[in-house]
């Protein structure tokens, strides 16, 4: 019997999609591969990426583009589990490859390859400088917030339409700004330009411009033999213009993704790259489609269906599985967060009993600080956690004020990284920081510039130290230990808790000193921060246990043995944002079906009758009583194990204010589960 191969893993659509072009040295007509969560789509890319190598097929040669950076560290991993082979060097996000690419073209498409990337906050920075040099702040004329006007921009740019089509579809409470608006575009770009600083749509944006400068599309489309593009359905109109200037005739191109799981619109995504992909072009690309789930048991997979059922509009069809289970998906009423996070801790508890390790375990929620309650309740039962999604550790102003010098000594150009940094020194208030840098612009002789400009006198200490920095330029990762030590005493004096923020700058040393460069050091740190809080920052560590908590949007393309997802009720799925109109509606939708199919065995929604509201609109943060999502409706009910929690006894009447405390249950939990004695006496809670 002949020995079986990485082939024999798969069933027969899969196979034609890995073998499809087989032979074919300009890499086969266009392929496209669409179908439902957890049929297979990422392991089939995987699996041809493979089998193009191992039949002799240049691994350096091999574009393969995924949504994120972990995402394309797993598929790399993938592919060399599989073939056996070494990395592929090209596997990344769009924005990344694309920083590489601009760094290398530079010098043809009218950049200095020593560019700095600004991140979403360094651009509303940089808009509300223009913004103020254009007479506009937003305190005298209620002119559109700073990161509103980066929105619109950047929703015009990603979606390639014009300003006032962006307005009215999606801004029309700034429509009366459409003048004032292209005006600050304009001299934003311009801004950009003359300090050489891109932000992330620029990446796409010169990317997809670079490709249509004739002889750098021919070299470009020559280095790559292949294209292969994981979760196409969020891209946008900029990625899907890059990829058709690669590869015109769509030879060599795959990729994969699934309608139904399309949640990125607000960031300009749209589902129409993928449903169109095909008639692109002559003759249309072959589509493979896969009809078996590999993930999840069937009655997780009916609940899902049924929920994504109900969609206006859906491509992709049902899947069937072989993985028969007793247990329904359960859908659990609880009074408010203080339980939601109780049960999850008991369940998570109960689960890792029965043998389902923490890291095969994850909390979704919609947004970040919904996990709030459930982050307290894990602390306090010693239970170890890393958290996607959301605030990044590198978010903290201490992290970016020297990232921002760094940035600065790369690109003394870079205003918004100089500004930040000067106004950081005793001394130097808003208007000298930014004569000191109309001083620097005006100059092109850096170091003399240096030398001559006029700092006030309270600042002259601060500031020598600075232009020592500026102008020496020390080795890379000296540089950031010097970098630091100027920080340190500007920190000292700033913040309360300086002790806590420089261990942190210590372990931005200690990932510092992992790059080659500055410059690689900065680019990847912006493009891709790390993923989670707690990731960088100590604990836990990387081989111990821990549990998952992730935002919905962050657990794309991954899959638990158990999942519980938090807050399930209206308000929150769909949030206030998406009840207006039917599109965003729909998309929240698609998210909460991207939620319930990352669950393999075990899948857990949860019913606060009442949650926390963080409000900025008056009234502010409040509770407020909550229903079932609108997307489960009555009729989908069957489909679930209803259950209440905690099992409320005859005795228990209503409760005034915060939970009621079962010391009994307590108890006896604590003989059930490894609780930590404190909780179970926690006297705090029985105070109400
Ligand atoms: P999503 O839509 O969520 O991104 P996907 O379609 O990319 O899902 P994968 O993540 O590739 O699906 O696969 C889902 C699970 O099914 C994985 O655990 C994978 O190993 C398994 N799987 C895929 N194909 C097969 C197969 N032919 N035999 C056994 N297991 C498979
Ligand atoms: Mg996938």
């Known amino acids: 019997m002949p020995s079986p191969t990485p082939l024999d893993e798969l069933n027969a659509e899969q196979r034609q999609a890995v073998l499809h ?4 040295p300009a890499g086969g007509p266009p392929l496209l591969v669409i179908a439902g969560a957890g049929s297979g789509k990422t392991n089939t890319l995987a699996h041809r990426v493979a089998h193009l190598v191992a039949e002799g097929a240049d691994a350096r040669r091999i574009l393969l ?10 598929m790399t991993r993938r592919v060399e589990r599989i073939s056996g082979e070494r990395a592929l060097p090209w596997a990344g996000t769009f924005h990344g490859i694309g920083a590489r690419l601009l760094r290398e073209f530079a010098g043809r498409v009218g950049l200095d390859d020593g560019f700095s990337i600004h991140d979403r906050e360094d651009s509303a920075d940089l808009m509300a400088m223009v913004r103020h040099d254009l007479g506009l702040s937003q305190a005298e004329t209620r002119f559109p917030a700073k990161a509103t006007c980066l929105s619109i921009y950047s929703r015009a740019v990603n979606a390639g339409e014009d300003l006032e089509a962006v307005l009215a579809r999606h801004f029309p409470w700034c429509a009366g700004w459409q003048a004032e608006l292209q005006q600050l575009f304009a001299d934003y770009v311009d801004a950009k330009q003359r300090q050489q600083v891109l932000d992330y749509d620029d ?6 411009e670079m490709m249509t400068v004739r002889d750098i599309a021919d070299t470009l489309g020559a280095r790559f033999s292949h294209v292969l593009v994981d979760e196409y359905q969020d891209t946008n109109r900029l990625q899907a213009r890059i990829l058709l200037g690669l590869r015109p005739d769509g030879r060599g191109v795959t990729v994969v993704g699934d309608d139904a799981q399309s949640i990125y619109a607000f960031r300009a995504a749209t589902v129409r790259n993928i449903l169109e992909f095909p008639a692109h072009f002559d003759p249309p690309a072959r589509v493979v489609t896969l009809e078996r789930n590999y993930r999840s048991t069937q009655p997780i997979l009916d609940a899902a269906n049924a929920v994504i059922g109900l969609a206006a509009e859906r491509f992709t069809k049902n899947l069937w599985t072989d993985r028969a289970s007793a ?17 999850v801790v008991e369940q998570v508890l109960a689960n890792r009993e029965a043998g389902a390790a923490l890291k095969q375990q994850a909390v979704l929620f919609r947004t970040s600080h919904h996990a709030g ?7 306090r039962h010693n239970i170890p956690y890393v958290k996607f999604g959301g605030l990044k550790f590198l978010d903290a102003a201490h992290v970016k004020d020297l990232l921002a010098l760094l940035r600065w000594v790369q690109n003394p150009r870079d205003r918004v990284a100089g500004f930040r940094v000067l106004t950081l020194i005793d001394g130097v208030g808003p208007v000298s920081a930014a004569r000191l840098l109309d001083h620097l612009a005006a100059s092109p002789d850096l170091r003399w510039a240096l030398d001559t400009v006029a700092v006030p006198p309270r600042g002259a200490a601060g500031w020598s130290g600075l232009r020592d920095l500026l102008a020496r330029r020390a080795n890379w990762p000296v540089e950031i230990e010097m970098a630091r030590a100027w920080y340190e005493p500007q920190l000292e004096r700033a913040h ?13 040393q200690q990932i510092a000193a992992g790059y080659a460069s500055r410059e690689r050091f900065l680019t990847e740190l912006t493009l891709d921060p790390p993923d989670a809080t707690s990731d960088e920052a100590g604990v836990p560590h990387k081989d111990e246990d821990y549990l998952i908590l992730s935002t919905i949007h962050s657990a794309k393309g991954q899959e638990w043995r158990a999942v519980y997802m938090l807050n399930v009720v209206d308000g929150c799925m769909p949030s206030d944002l998406g009840t207006g109109e039917t599109e965003a509606l729909e998309e929240e939708r698609r998210l909460l079906y991207v939620g319930m199919t ?14 926390f509201t963080h409000n900025q ?20 009910l069957p489909l679930f194990e209803l259950a209440s929690w905690p099992v409320a006894g005859p005795s228990e009447g209503p409760r005034a204010a915060g939970p009621a405390v079962d010391i009994g249950a307590r108890l006896r939990r604590r003989w059930q589960a490894p609780h930590s004695v404190q909780d179970d006496f926690d006297l705090a809670s029985l105070g109400d």
Do not use: C, N
């Open 203 to 208: 990446l796409l944006l010169y990317w997809a």
């Open 65 to 74: 583009l995924t949504f994120s950076r972990r995402a394309a560290i797993e």
């Open 21 to 24: 072009g087989a032979g074919d």
């Open 373 to 379: 309650t459930l982050e307290i309740e894990l602390m």
């Open 496 to 508: 309360e808790d300086a002790a806590v923020r420089k261990a942190d700058l210590i372990q931005l």
């Open 617 to 636: 609109a008056p009234g502010g943060d409040r509770h407020v009583y909550a229903a079932r999502t609108r997307f489960i409706p009555t009729g989908l």
């Open 598 to 611: 990352r669950a393999r065995d075990d899948l857990h929604l949860l019913v606060p009758q009442r949650f």
């Open 327 to 343: 247990a329904k998906p359960r859908l659990v009423t609880v009074r408010d967060e203080v339980d939601q996070a109780r049960y």
